[in-house]
């Protein structure tokens, strides 16, 4: 058995006062004896204790320590704390997807008999989720116009206990006003869940605008690079505790070397957000240029009809737009058909442009009423915009554009 040393406090760093990127490098993490410098990770299912008290009062909530990495995981942790640190929020719970951050919070804090107010503008899969779920479960669902705050006001009811948005959407960059939705939710008595998965803590922080709970897809833009899936949900202990309930004893959790992954990831968030966004800025003015072009969906033109509220509650454009171009279905196959480097992918926040068709790939499973509720054309096309040189990827898409 190896000898450690005294464990030094040095080994830890002082964050007093830490800003954004100093936190995104170094939060929650806790070196070990053996004085690693890089975040270690813990593949372990479960832990020993010293003693059949010891492991009672672990068990019981009476001591802190790790029971079962489903819920307890130092690499895990680490993880949570840190997101947590750049969110603003006080407790994180991680989990193994996106969808499995969603399915806890409804599941935690929604019961039979409650009512829910959701974007019509949400993630395909989102939408789902709560259509084919949530109602089995007599919890009752309305759709409301993001941008429409009569609506969302008309929409409260007694019985209502969530509203549900992401800003910006997906596919269609529509920018909600986070600020006068938390108020609503205030005054209704319900909480605000806001899916920040297209802007990440880098660039919009929507617990300081005044909503509940933050959800994210950690496997877009926190890995960054298309590696692993996971899940997140932000906010003040008393309303993530219900949530590790859900992961307990439900078992959607996150796997330790995906959190290491994830770890990694969020020290170059800071970074990454702010290239993603200055490629996407110069790919959406190319393509508003572009004659075979109808119409760009991105919040950092000018043109974009939430461009100044955007301003008031982003730091960034962040790297996802989508556009439509002349025509429908086949015009827009055309096009993505046509790319060469770009990758056709319903995935995105990757360091590698990717292109996809919403209508049939990530909202294919809407009606085509619900299609056109939400605004999603044939003619639509989502690009993530990547990190590879901008002339480089405006080349690769006037392959098919210039053939329109």
Known sequence: MADHP???????????????????????????????HSEAIFPTSSYVFSSAAEAAATFGGERRGNVYSRYTNPTVRAFEE???????????????????????????HLEAGDHLICSRAVFGSTNVLLEKYLRKFNVDITYVNPLDMDAWKGAVREN??????????NPLIEVADIRAIAALSRDAGAMLVVDNCFCTPAAQKPLALG?????HAATKYIDGQGRCLGGAVVGSAELIDPVIGVLRSAGPTMSPFNAWVFLKGLETLSLRMKAHSENAQLLAEWLEAHPKVTKVNYCGLPTHPQYELARSQQSLSGGVLSFEVAGGREEAWKVVDATRMISITANLGDTKTTITHPGTTTHGRLT??????????QALVRISVGLEDIEDIKKDLARGLDLL
């Open 6 to 36: 005294e464990w030094p406090e040095r080994y830890q760093s002082d964050l007093s006062d830490a800003g954004f990127d100093t936190l995104a490098v170094r939060a929650g993490q806790l070196r070990t004896p053996e004085g690693e």
């Open 82 to 108: 840190r997101l947590a640190a750049l969110e603003g929020g006080e407790s994180c719970a991680a989990t193994a997807s996106g969808m499995a951050a969603i399915y806890a919070v409804c599941v935690a």
């Open 160 to 169: 209502t206990r969530m509203l549900f948005l992401e800003s910006p959407s």
């Open 211 to 215: 909503a509940d709970l933050v959800v």
């Open 368 to 377: 085509d009423e619900q299609r056109a509720e939400a605004g999603i054309s």
